[in-house]
């Protein structure tokens, strides 16, 4: 992205291995993430910038100390690189790996190849060759599906819970996905787009709710005995939707909050009185990876139906386009 | 309090009982909260108010709907009421009770008798007649000793935990205990005032750290391997100690917060970026009082140190004075 709005493909140099811990992979595939179209839209900065943190892929090339993927494997990588081997990855927090480095930006997945720095902390490998058909799926688990399935855990959806989910896009989307398969009670998807909310129902959605801000809380209030929900997600990241994810929680409750915050400032005395647990930031994907990589393997849950729409990597300024017209809930780049 | 800085004991009219799940309690001892300090210092509004929801004492008279106590029982109660029987209160989040009802204010406890409405819910009693000796541990546990636990247990102080306190005041004490009970491996005080470090250390603090501020979190992480704290108390409620909390907890942490917010506008990205849980807001000391009551009875614990100035309530302006200059910790009041 040479400047908000202007998308390029363009030639660049082959990456090539600089640490023995690299990899190289091709990727199979890639796709354009709601948070690239904060860039886009000028509200982060950008300035010849490779884009893309989500990808999956064969690994063509090995450095010398990776010993868990070997070339020809397919993987499967977080969006954030992780040694998987500190205290805080060895705590589940690989998003805060002390050798975290964000793919977004420096690496940059919207292309042919990529270089990833800790492969062996960050790549999983399928258990064999995926068909083609489940490629959307395991490229979702990359950054969307790791994130909403975070967000729920973060929120500790779970049997016999209300689960209220802030925001409609893919991750959105995903976190009801996840909260559907943590066993959540009740999901209420907070959306006023109709082809979102067929989507949200699809995947577990009992209840929508198209109020926003103030009036949406009240009607998750009102849909949960006066007391709000027991688990919110937020997958947006703006003011009004953060509060409006604080305000829809219950006293005791859980706010799992991933969107990636913008101009955001909590009040401290609200946030205080609210008397809730938060977790958020940047999805530890690579926790859920082993586990969502299986799930998806074995046909058990379907995430790739948040793509709406395919291009090959040449179009991708037409997938940025669409994205930011709202005409794609998330656009999937062929390589 | 009439208005900042006027404290008087004046003659009230004896509280009666209103509703039939009321008692009617004669105070033992009470005592001044460091918020208490807010209004006084003309932080927080104040007319003529009531002050005091700190108690310990001998019920009187009880409705006719109360079970759990009768008169002449002793009890401890919180300083939110609370039904303890509703969905909240059975999660273990009573000060988010759809009853509650803070003490401070309406109540006032400050005083000779109090009403203290839903008292099977709020009171506990003792296992007899307590010891003259153990009053003031019982007082902490109405407030300081119940949100100092609360916000060890919020922070997961545990065994093989590094545990920060941000705040050198009563109720940061009080977590210093409660994560020494809780088994923590170390506890880092953050204090520069001799007398509070020496008795953070008698409390259990294994390290003393003086610097605040973004230098404060600096040597946090400095003492931790460059990774931050796995559990962080905030017992003061600024802007700087709430923002040095954050920064002082690793990620994946946990901070606990109970320092009563004043302006403070926690900047979201900080917040994402940091990656920790938090829980905070005014302790649900109900859910702690059998055991906090249990662990003062059986002497397990002191927490009645934390007073170092004890005046008859007729002194209470004293009492304020001497909190508000710092001379003393916490001030308890013999009625």
Known sequence: MHTPGDVRVE????????????????????????????PYRGIEPVDHTAMGHEYVGVVEQVGSAVTTVVPGDFVVGS??????????????????????????????????????????????????????????????????LGTGWFAAVAAEAGPGKTVAVVGDGAVGLMGVLAAKRLGAERIIAMSRHPERQELARYYGATDIVEERGEAGVAKIKELTGGLGAHSVIEAVGT?????????????????????????????????FFAGIHTLGGPAPVRRFLPELIQLIWDREIDPG???????????????????????????????
Chains 1, 2 share one sequence.
């Not at 030639?11 to 904060?38: N, V």
């Not at 042919?112 to 979702?140: M, Q, S, W």
Request: charged share 20%; aromatic share 6%.
């Open 79 to 144: 969006f954030v690189i992780s040694c998987n081997e500190c205290e805080i990855c060895r705590a589940g927090f690989q998003s805060k790996c002390v050798h975290a480095e964000f793919v977004a930006g420096g690496i940059g997945t919207q292309a042919e190849k990529a270089r990833i720095p800790h492969a062996d902390g960050t790549l999983v490998k399928t258990p064999g060759e995926p068909d083609p058909e489940i490629i959307p799926a395991l490229l979702a688990a990359s950054d969307v």
């Open 305 to 335: 139906k948040v793509f709406d729409l395919t291009l090959p990597l040449e179009q991708a300024a037409e997938g940025y386009q669409a994205m930011d017209e709202r005409r794609a809930t998330k656009v999937l780049l062929t390589v």
């Open 11 to 38: 030639d660049r140099a082959d990456p090539e291995i600089l640490e023995p811990t690299d990899a190289i992979i091709k990727l199979t595939a890639t796709c354009i993430c709601g948070s690239d179209l904060w």
């Open 239 to 271: 003011q009004e939707s953060f509060m409006q994810a604080v305000g829809a929680t219950r006293g005791g409750g859980h706010l799992g909050y991933v969107g990636v915050n913008h101009d955001v400032q909590i009040p401290g005395i609200q946030l």
